[in-house]
């Protein structure tokens, strides 16, 4: 982005200079979002021009097509890579004090059902140990080739690591009544961390002990169908807290 913004900067004032009737139109349009590309400006100018909007003299060399169409298309595709997409999501990581990790991504608090459930091969209190040094990052990976072309959210097991140590695999599962009972019970809350009484009882776990959680915001971004990552958002009054979690898989292995 800062190769774009720069790149505009430069290019612009050279093909377009700054007339009075130019700024004055800039001042009265609506602020708009900026382009992702060079290519979407020289689009919107060409679309103002035939509207009836500001025009160049066209004795100007800045504004004959020979110099501007050539050098705009070859900007564009050098600095206009791909951009991922990203979104807010709420991510809750649970679990019974002597069981397995969950996580569970929801995208609005009020569904019960979430997109996406994991059962984590790591303990609670390891994941707690983890988590006091401010640094936390779980790597999930398929290599299997049957899965090549399976939705990524949608493979049942993965290979996982925290922090670089391998720890063994982690499962996709299904929300039960217990979770879906559970996540109704903290609908109310969209960020916080705490202990909620015994009562649920999954996985391994036992009704009879109590649940930690942890909930917060994620960005969720999609980088391309062969990866994912959800990045905790930290609250303005509790920094420091760096949590991601990468679902990753080889991305050759639907051509094999």
């Given at each position: 982005?800062?190769?774009?913004?720069?790149?505009?900067?430069?290019f612009?004032?050279?093909?377009?200079p700054?007339?009075?009737t130019?700024?004055?139109a800039?001042?009265?349009?609506?602020?708009?979002?900026?382009?992702?590309?060079?290519?979407?400006?020289?689009?919107?100018?060409?679309?103002?021009?035939?509207?009836g909007?500001?025009?160049?003299?066209?004795?100007?060399?800045?504004t004959?097509?020979?110099?501007v169409?050539?050098?705009?298309?070859?900007?564009?595709?050098?600095?206009?890579?791909?951009r991922?997409?990203?979104?807010?999501?709420?991510g809750?990581i649970f679990?019974?004090?002597?069981?397995?990790?969950?996580?569970?991504?929801?995208?609005?608090?009020?569904?019960?059902k979430p997109?996406?459930?994991?059962?984590?091969?790591?303990?609670?209190?390891?994941?707690?140990?983890?988590?006091?040094?401010?640094?936390?990052r779980i790597?999930?990976?398929?290599?299997?080739?049957e899965?090549?072309?399976?939705?990524?959210?949608?493979?049942?097991?993965?290979?996982?690591?925290?922090?670089?140590r391998?720890l063994?695999?982690?499962?996709?599962k299904?929300?039960?009544?217990?979770i879906?009972?559970?996540?109704?019970?903290?609908q109310?809350?969209?960020?916080?961390?705490?202990?909620?009484?015994?009562?649920?009882?999954?996985?391994?776990?036992?009704k009879?002990?109590?649940?930690?959680?942890?909930?917060?915001?994620?960005?969720h971004?999609?980088?391309?169908a062969d990866?994912?990552?959800?990045h905790?958002?930290?609250?303005?009054?509790f920094?420091?807290?760096?949590?991601?979690?990468?679902?990753?898989?080889?991305?050759?292995?639907?051509?094999?």
């Amino acid at each position: 982005m800062a190769k774009i913004d720069a790149l505009r900067r430069f290019f612009l004032p050279c093909f377009f200079p700054p007339t009075a009737t130019t700024a004055t139109a800039a001042s009265a349009a609506p602020k708009k979002r900026l382009s992702t590309s060079l290519r979407d400006d020289l689009e919107i100018s060409a679309s103002t021009t035939a509207n009836g909007g500001p025009t160049h003299d066209q004795d100007s060399p800045a504004t004959t097509p020979d110099s501007v169409t050539p050098k705009f298309v070859t900007a564009a595709a050098i600095v206009a890579p791909p951009r991922p997409s990203k979104t807010m999501v709420i991510g809750t990581i649970f679990g019974h004090r002597r069981g397995h990790v969950w996580f569970c991504v929801q995208q609005d608090r009020l569904r019960n059902k979430p997109f996406l459930l994991l059962e984590f091969p790591i303990l609670t209190h390891q994941l707690v140990n983890e988590m006091r040094f401010g640094l936390v990052r779980i790597a999930l990976e398929c290599n299997r080739v049957e899965l090549g072309l399976c939705p990524l959210r949608s493979i049942p097991i993965w290979a996982m690591s925290c922090n670089g140590r391998k720890l063994g695999f982690a499962a996709k599962k299904k929300a039960g009544d217990s979770i879906r009972s559970m996540l109704k019970t903290m609908q109310s809350t969209t960020v916080g961390a705490g202990v909620m009484p015994s009562g649920f009882g999954f996985g391994s776990g036992s009704k009879t002990e109590e649940v930690m959680y942890m909930r917060a915001n994620y960005e969720h971004v999609v980088g391309s169908a062969d990866s994912e990552s959800f990045h905790l958002i930290n609250p303005d009054e509790f920094p420091g807290q760096e949590l991601s979690i990468f679902l990753l898989r080889s991305p050759n292995m639907g051509n094999q």
